[in-house]
């Protein structure tokens, strides 16, 4: 008798959405891809020349396994300067490989088996196999158009039982480009405070807000001590090859994750810390051409949705749009493969980041302004056909 080869969680995996979809779409030829949850931009010049230098100079070691000091006084000079939160580089700043590894070092330094944390539903999809894979059990907290796809108090409440350990928010968010105000986080923080949970605050896209300013959750009142800040250079910078990102907390949870970081990464590559110092350091020119320039693409596409007759809420962070397709009759998989098989757009069903994407459609428009022009050529031809075929 043959013992199972595979881990059983593992084996129990579902493959990512975003995966089968991208496979279908290289099925189809001269596709204008809405897809891809990365920035068009390359990295800034800039960033590439100081890495060259850096190599010429032969500085290709292993660094601390927390990260380059270099980079981690960056880090938390930064956090101070946007939003006068406090992290000491010496022991609360870790560098990660993205805010991927900074996910995976959480929760497994903060999970026991089975403890439950709360995830917005949809969000981005490796939320709920992260928690998995840690032990834990992900429990989706639904959001709601009507609620501009915030997470709500009351909701989150409902899913609280004695095995809620933490809570995992990320805004502006992944599909859907909702942002929460700083009153809203106020409600989420005052739960965390009720419940003594930990807050796990993934603000990946923190840089691409289009109104207001982003709230930093560790700088609510009382927050700093439950919560791990996640954030990294692959968005706002144009940097999602490099896999920089960091986790900022309080001591003892840092010294924790880097523990497991040092048996299972050692250090984030030194090229890419060099290139993520560098970024911080005199990159703000670079965040706010390519932010200037999503912001136009953002009005574009959702003035253009809202044309060929789909409702589309608007987004006020993030780059992406979340149009509903639920008016055509249409599930939200038929209607991408769809639009992929006859139109040869791609844009990724909603369902894949969530039951409550269901009826959904994510498009980025981290793509140029003429991919987004014809784009909208051909959604609205197909949205007409299907008002045909009714
Ligand atoms: C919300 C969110 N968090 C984390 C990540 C992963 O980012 P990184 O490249 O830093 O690993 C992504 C990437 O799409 C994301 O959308």
């Known amino acids: 008798m043959t013992r199972p080869r595979l881990n059983q969680e593992v084996a129990q995996l579902p493959p990512s959405g975003i995966r089968e979809f991208f496979d279908l779409v290289t099925t189809v030829e001269n596709v204008i891809s809405l897809g891809v949850g990365e920035p068009d931009f390359a990295t800034p ?3 590439c020349d100081e890495v060259y230098d850096s190599l010429r100079h032969g500085f290709t070691s292993y660094t601390s396994n927390l990260g380059m000091i270099e980079l981690r006084r960056e880090i938390s000079g930064l956090l101070r300067r946007l939003y006068g939160v406090e992290y000491n580089p010496e022991k609360e700043v870790l560098v990660t490989v993205g805010v991927s590894q900074g996910l995976d070092l959480t929760l497994r330094t903060i999970l026991n088996r ?20 840690a032990g834990g059990v992900p429990v989706p907290a639904p959001m709601r158009e009507e609620d501009q796809f915030k997470l709500r108090p009351e909701i989150v409440r409902s899913k609280i039982t004695a095995r809620t350990r933490a809570l995992l928010i990320g805004f502006p968010n992944n599909p859907t480009g909702s942002v929460m105000t ?25 840089r691409l807000t289009y109104a207001g300013s982003h709230r930093c959750f560790a700088g609510l009142p009382g927050m700093w001590e439950r919560t ?5 250079l692959s968005k706002a910078y144009a940097m999602t090859g490099w896999r920089i990102g960091y986790a900022c907390a309080p001591p003892d949870i840092i010294n924790s994750m880097m523990c497991i970081h040092s048996y299972t990464m050692m250090s984030a590559p030194t090229p890419s810390q060099v290139a993520a110092t560098e970024a911080i350091r005199a990159g703000e020119p670079d965040v706010q051409r390519m932010k200037a320039e999503y912001d136009q693409r953002r009005r574009l596409l959702v003035k253009g949705l809202r044309e060929t007759g789909l409702s589309c809420f608007e987004p006020l962070g993030a780059f992406y749009v979340f149009p509903s397709v639920r008016g055509t009759g249409l599930d939200c998989d038929t209607f991408a493969r769809r639009l992929l098989q006859e139109e040869r757009v791609a844009a990724v069903p909603g369902r894949v980041f969530g039951e409550a994407g269901e009826g959904y459609l994510r498009a980025t428009y981290a793509t140029s302004m003429a991919n987004l022009k014809e784009a909208l ?8 056909s299907l008002e045909r075929q009714r």
């Open 45 to 47: 010049w800039h960033v």
């Open 114 to 133: 089975g403890d439950e944390v709360i995830i917005p539903d949809p969000c981005f999809v490796a939320y709920g196999p992260c928690v998995k894979l």
């Open 182 to 206: 700083r009153e809203e986080l106020l409600a989420l923080a005052e739960i965390a405070e009720e419940h003594d949970l930990l807050v796990i605050s993934d603000e990946i896209y923190d």
């Open 228 to 232: 791990v800040l996640l954030n990294g």
């Open 377 to 384: 050529v051909r959604i609205e031809r197909f949205v007409r």
